[in-house]
């Protein structure tokens, strides 16, 4: 299959996305701006584009399943603790930045599911902790290894160098970012 004829802004139709459309739309808007950047524009858009595909991605898969992104992201936060494994409710909220009373909910359904369970802390009674059962375990594991499918099928069109360049590239804005915060 030859490269399109039709050539729009210099570039072949066919390999165009719909980020460029709206970086051309913004850079015929802003012609007279030199403060517009359009290769910032587009690499910016095009992250946001990406980030908000795997959000709806996942969404969907969360949609029938038997955890809720909310628990997903709960059960998670409790799954990469130090051994052993398990949080206080405090730790989980703070964690997943949601209110203390949002996080009992969460692991209301959680325990009630059977992922989790809560027990007073022996050494000091006040404190409850939170640990995952085996049947939490095994739904983590699986929840992580299809959200590792959607993530892989998301940017399939990369070869494995073209993502060890794009890790590249992106840890360098990252290290940036981290020296202005």
């Given at each position: 299959m030859g490269?399109?004829?039709c050539n729009h802004g210099g570039m072949p139709v066919r390999l165009r996305d719909t980020v460029d459309d709206h970086v051309a739309r913004w850079a015929a808007f802003w012609k007279?701006?030199?403060e517009y950047a359009p290769e910032v524009e587009g690499a910016v858009t095009r992250m946001q584009t990406i980030v908000a595909r795997l959000k709806r991605v996942d969404a969907t898969a969360f949609a029938d399943a038997e955890l809720t992104m909310e628990d997903y992201e709960t059960l998670h936060s409790l799954m990469v603790q130090p051994y052993p494994t398990e949080a206080t409710?405090?730790?989980?909220a703070d964690a997943n930045r949601v209110t203390r009373a949002a996080m009992t909910a969460r692991l209301d359904r959680l325990a009630e599911a059977g992922f989790v369970t809560?027990?007073?802390d022996p050494v000091d009674r006040r404190r409850v902790m939170v640990r995952p059962t085996a049947a939490g375990r095994k739904a983590w594991e699986r929840c992580v290894?299809?959200?590792?499918?959607?993530e892989q099928h998301l940017l399939r069109a990369l070869t494995m160098?073209?993502?060890?360049?794009l890790n590249t590239i992106l840890r360098k804005v990252m290290l940036s970012l981290d020296q202005d915060a």
């Open positions: 490269v399109a004829v007279d701006n030199p409710p405090a730790q989980l809560r027990q007073v290894f299809e959200g590792m499918a959607r160098r073209e993502l060890n360049q």
